[in-house]
């Protein structure tokens, strides 16, 4: 007897893919940069939001998707700092965001009165690595807080990363962490991964990840307009 195997993983990825090159195309035209923020959990990343929520606003008009496996907690926690809608997508445990719970999002979201949208995805270094949102680029969160050698446990998401921030640097004087080798490792992994160093707490480099935004706003800005 003959055995056919259907890979439906196959058939869902690339669904998946026409879907996020639909997203990209709309968030393009609209010249909005979208970052998909991945991490695992209790790195910052919510907090990093938080505080540039907070400090950007109204300069930027930020819209922001949630991402989490069974509550709204984090997204409830965003909408605090905001007068803008924050979407939150419950995902009933699975362990990534799609790109069709991004496109479903967009319908809510006005892109003409947008400067730049997060993308929150679920705390996962694993399975977010290999779904495409249709994002301008992915930005891993990590902290001193996880061992240098998070990138090399991780290497996809590292690899597939063009940015890549080291959260939670006020600790560093409580812990037996070596930054230089932490970002050794990353560059091993991806040679090209740009790194911002920040405490969301106390605000240490916080600065540079503002400018890192604003650029990617006016840069999007540049393109649509022609000049």
Same mark, same amino acid.
């Given at each position: 007897m003959t055995v056919r195997v259907i890979d439906v993983r196959e058939r869902v990825m690339q669904q998946n893919d026409l879907m996020a090159a639909e997203v990209r195309r709309q968030l393009e035209d609209a010249g909005v940069p979208a970052l998909n923020l991945v991490s695992s959990p209790g790195a910052g990343k919510t907090l990093l939001l938080e505080r540039t929520l907070a400090a950007l606003e109204p300069e930027l008009r930020?819209?922001?998707v949630v991402g989490d496996?069974?509550?709204?907690?984090? @997204?409830?926690?965003?909408?605090?700092? &905001?007068?803008?809608? !924050?979407?939150?997508? #419950? +995902?009933?445990g699975a362990c990534h965001l799609d790109a069709r719970q991004v496109q479903t999002a967009?319908?809510?979201?006005?892109?003409?009165?947008?400067?730049?949208?997060?993308i929150?995805?679920?705390?996962?270094?694993?399975?977010? @690595?290999?779904?495409?949102?249709?994002? &301008?680029?992915?930005? !891993?969160?990590?902290? #001193? +807080?996880?061992?240098?050698?998070?990138p090399l446990k991780y290497p996809k998401m590292f690899r597939?990363?063009?940015?890549?921030?080291?959260?939670?640097?006020?600790?560093?004087?409580?812990?037996?962490?070596?930054?230089?080798?932490?970002?050794?490792?990353?560059r091993d992994v991806n040679p090209n991964l740009e790194i911002i160093l920040t405490s969301a707490q106390t605000g240490e480099g916080m600065n540079?990840?503002?400018?890192?935004?604003?650029?990617?706003?006016?840069?999007?800005?540049?393109?649509?307009?022609?000049?």
């Open positions: 930020m819209a922001v496996v069974q509550t709204q907690n984090d @997204a409830d926690r965003l909408a605090r700092h &905001t007068t803008r809608l !924050v979407q939150a997508v #419950v +995902t009933g967009l319908q809510a979201i006005a892109l003409d009165d947008t400067d730049l949208l997060f929150e995805n679920v705390g996962n270094l694993v399975c977010p @690595a290999s779904w495409d949102l249709g994002e &301008t680029a992915k930005v !891993v969160v990590f902290s #001193v +807080t996880e061992g240098e050698d998070k597939h990363a063009r940015y890549a921030i080291l959260n939670k640097i006020d600790l560093l004087p409580h812990l037996d962490f070596d930054v230089e080798r932490a970002i050794g490792y990353a540079d990840w503002y400018d890192f935004l604003r650029s990617h706003v006016a840069r999007a800005r540049h393109v649509v307009s022609g000049y």
